[in-house]
């Protein structure tokens, strides 16, 4: 039954809200069933999709949402001595706290150790300060033994540093949560105690050059491959088919090969009394080993070319499409063969050079085992220092915040790429 | 005192035995640092247990360090029974609770462990060194002392050293003139750390950085350096079984126990325990160093050690006489500043 627009005119006001027609009834009815069943279908669509969503959702977003979480949670003090941190978190942050806080602290100390919980906090301690770990490990020792008639002076004769301001500013900070500390001190910057925000000293500020570095590294790489794969993948697209499938395979199979054989190899042709070295010194080129490995050059030749298939054949699939017509219509029209590959051909495969370049540089960003095999003491990239915070120092706070930094580059260049080249036009083999 | 240790052996042997048929189909979940290490303990510790209780092990490597025992703990599924830990883990497990606490009573007689070598935790399982190596074959003069580590003059080459400030920074003060009974005190100092990276200054350019311990005579053997910071059992390990023609130099050696420890909520944990008590016994304790060159951490398992292996042990008097050895309480405080200015000297 058609909808009637008239049923509803301005003109027939009588009709409208209190004595709704027949018709306007009927209509109203027939669009909620159209409704309910244009619902169903798409509940059924949602539903054949929802093991996949479910998937995503648990194996990729919860847990890069979690890393994340980690770079703004602060709960070690909280967990460990629960009772002081809510004291501190209430204190108002001037000086050296009463006896009441010692008592706390005195007590909380006693708790966290039996429990297993100390060294925990001990150790989110350090973060902030060296030796805070054994400041407090001491104390928690000495706490266990007697009580006495008040816990603070007997706290500051047992350790100086329990007067100190700064030893109470330190703990309250890493009492309250959540906070941008492990953010700051991704960028290295630190909240100095008159409570602003400052570069952390020369010599202790790591992480704003290695994300330079990185990103550094990760586009000359894709510079380099996007050099020497540009005419790998016009050869491929415009030899005979029988040839090109055997050039093919010069592509194919490295890409096979696992990134962990191919760093190896690498390692083993260009190390001081490898391949290349005696062939060089063979040949007399070279009296000394040419420096190869350990650094930059190569960290730069190792990823170059582990990602370099990635980029061929992005770009192939996009050249492979291009139809010859337009070079020959634009030779015919009196272009030199050179002018009509930069005007015609190269426009119309842009779109590879996007995919392959976008490809090449988020992978190079995560780069880790390649670097540390074959660079140097000035190559680090930013995942092996987000490794190292994992693995040997545990402080996952930090490691979320690297984490979180190089998330952002990633969705940053995205946005770049997307403008300059459209994702949607981006094909991929 | 014979009699009375092969009585207690014989005894240990009798409980295994007794308790072998309620366990015989368990399997413990072993966690080494692999390599040559993990092949040696097969053979002088895991087949053994495995004859006497029939409890079986199956292994697995790391690298070190605690994240995954941590992020297991957190999860609430250890898969883990028994870890090969490096003293500081150690320390800072047992401190957060992730190790079981260990029942010292179990082992038996105690007093001749080296002291420090049994924790609230976990049992040191041998004593092991970091070390510098060179090719016999290719260096004219032999090196001798770690001055010589650091004289590009006298020895010129590559140096090889671990991408770590520990021990690094150690040897750079003792090498600069610091006794090696004071070298901890020094480095406490923000004086004495701007002296060791002074001293490391001079043979920056010429540092190759390894990662991993297999790397340390693999860079020696590919002629990438001239002299290697290293594990001494590896580098024994590849002169003996690989033929090389590597050399040790012992001096300011850097030593430090090796634990085992039972993670917090490992599945296992009183076959773990059994096997820790076991592997401890001094003549189980002395086997290892057939197959590779550790020491036992207790005395009484000296007299069990091949006599002509002593000689490449760490403990041994003539490579003992200037050992340091690792003071992990001071790592534990210091390694995020000391990393941190460590990073940046890398760069720099």
Redesign the interface.
Do not use: Y
């Given at each position: 039954m058609p909808a009637s627009p008239h049923a509803r005119s301005p003109g027939n006001p009588g009709n409208h809200g209190t004595h709704p027609s027949a018709e306007g009834l009927a209509t109203a009815a027939a669009r909620q069933t159209y409704r309910r069943v244009q619902r169903h279908a798409s509940m059924r669509a949602l539903l054949l999709t929802l093991p996949l969503i479910v998937f995503l959702l648990s194996t990729f977003i919860a847990p890069i949402a979690m890393l994340l979480a980690r770079s703004v949670q602060n709960h070690e003090m909280a967990d460990g001595m629960p009772h002081l941190a809510r004291a501190l978190v209430a204190w108002d942050g001037n000086g050296v706290p009463g006896e009441t806080t010692f008592a706390l602290l005195a007590a909380d100390l006693k708790q966290a150790r039996e429990?297993?919980?100390?060294?925990?906090v001990?150790?989110r301690m350090?973060?902030a300060q060296?030796?805070f770990?054994?400041l407090l490990?001491r104390t928690a020792r000495a706490v266990g033994d007697d009580t006495p008639a008040a816990w603070k002076p007997a706290l500051i004769e047992l350790d100086a540093r329990w007067d100190s301001p700064e030893t109470w500013r330190l703990l309250k900070r890493a009492a309250t949560s959540p906070t941008p500390d492990y953010l700051l001190a991704g960028m290295d910057a630190q909240v100095i105690p008159q409570g602003t925000v400052a570069s952390v000293p020369?010599?202790?500020?790591?992480y704003r050059?290695?994300f330079l570095?990185t990103i550094s590294i990760s586009a000359t790489v894709t510079i380099l491959c996007l050099i020497l794969g540009y005419p790998v993948a016009w050869l491929l697209a415009n030899l005979p088919e029988k040839q090109s499938h055997r050039l093919m395979l010069f592509v194919i199979v490295p890409f096979w090969t696992s990134l962990l054989v191919r760093t190896t190899a690498w390692y083993v042709l260009l190390?001081?009394?490898?391949v290349i070295n005696s062939l060089l010194s063979m040949l007399g080129l070279t009296s000394h080993p040419v420096a190869l490995?350990?650094n930059r050059t190569g960290v730069l030749i190792g990823m170059t070319h582990v990602l370099l298939p990635y980029m061929i054949l992005a770009i192939y699939s996009v050249m492979k499409s291009v139809s010859p017509i337009y070079m020959r219509a634009a030779k015919s029209l009196g272009a030199h063969p050179f002018t009509a590959f930069v005007r015609i051909y190269i426009p119309q495969t842009l779109p590879g050079v996007g995919a392959g370049c976008f490809l090449v540089f988020v992978l190079a960003l995560g780069y880790y085992i390649t670097p540390?095999l074959l660079g140097?003491?000035?190559d680090?990239m930013i995942s092996q220092?987000i490794a190292?915070q994992?693995?040997?120092?545990?402080?996952w706070g930090l490691a979320g915040a690297l984490s979180a930094y190089l998330v952002i580059f990633t969705a940053v260049f995205y946005f770049i790429f997307n403008r300059i080249v459209g994702i949607d036009r981006l094909r991929f083999g | 005192m014979r009699t009375s240790l092969k009585l207690h052996c014989a005894s240990l042997a009798v409980l295994a035995f007794a308790t072998s048929a309620s366990h015989a189909a368990e399997t413990l979940n072993v966690v080494t640092f692999g390599g040559a290490f993990e092949a040696a303990a097969k053979k002088a510790w895991f087949e053994p247990f495995t004859q006497a209780s029939g409890v079986t092990f199956a292994t697995e490597s790391y690298?070190?360090?605690?994240?995954k025992l941590?992020a297991m703990e957190q999860a609430k599924n250890t898969t883990w029974d028994l870890i090969d830990m490096e003293t500081n883990d150690a320390i800072?497990a047992?401190?957060?609770?992730l190790l079981k606490k260990f029942d010292k009573k179990t082992l038996g007689k105690t007093s001749d462990f080296i002291s420090g070598s049994i924790s609230e935790c976990a049992v040191a399982s041998m004593v092991w060194s970091t070390i510098y190596a060179y090719d016999a074959s290719k260096l004219k003069a032999a090196p001798t002392s770690v001055n010589d580590f650091f004289d590009l003059q006298k020895f010129p080459g590559k140096r090889g050293l671990r991408?770590s400030p520990k021990v690094t920074m150690e040897w750079a003060l003792i090498a600069d003139g610091v006794d090696p009974k004071d070298v901890y005190k020094v480095l406490a100092t923000p004086a004495g750390v701007d002296r060791a990276f002074k001293k490391l200054d001079t043979i920056k350019k010429n540092?190759?950085?390894w990662?991993s311990g297999a790397q340390a005579p693999q860079l020696l053997a590919?002629?990438?350096v001239a002299m290697v910071q290293a594990y001494n059992g590896r580098i024994d390990d590849a002169a003996k079984k690989d033929k090389k023609p590597f050399k040790a130099v012992w001096d300011a050696q850097v030593y430090d126990f090796e634990w085992w420890g039972v993670p917090?909520g490992a599945k296992h944990a009183d076959a773990a325990a059994k096997f820790i008590v076991s592997q401890a016994q001094p003549k189980a304790s002395a086997d290892l160093s057939k197959y590779i060159a550790y020491a036992p951490p207790r005395k009484d398992a000296i007299q069990y050690v091949d006599k002509q292996r002593l000689a490449d042990m760490p403990t041994a008097p003539e490579n003992f006489k200037r050992a340091v050895q690792i003071n992990a309480?001071f790592w534990?405080?210091?390694?995020?500043?000391i990393?941190?200015?460590f990073?940046?000297?890398?760069?720099q």
């Open positions: 429990s297993g919980q100390l060294g925990t001990a150790r350090n973060f060296p030796e770990r054994s490990m020369d010599n202790a500020s790591v050059e290695a570095r190390q001081p009394g490898g490995i350990f540390s140097g003491a000035g680090e220092l190292m994992t693995n040997t120092q545990l402080n | 690298d070190g360090g605690l994240a941590s800072t047992c401190d957060e609770g991408k540092i190759v950085w990662e590919d002629g990438a917090a309480n534990a405080d210091n390694a995020d500043a990393n941190k200015r990073q940046v000297w890398l760069t």
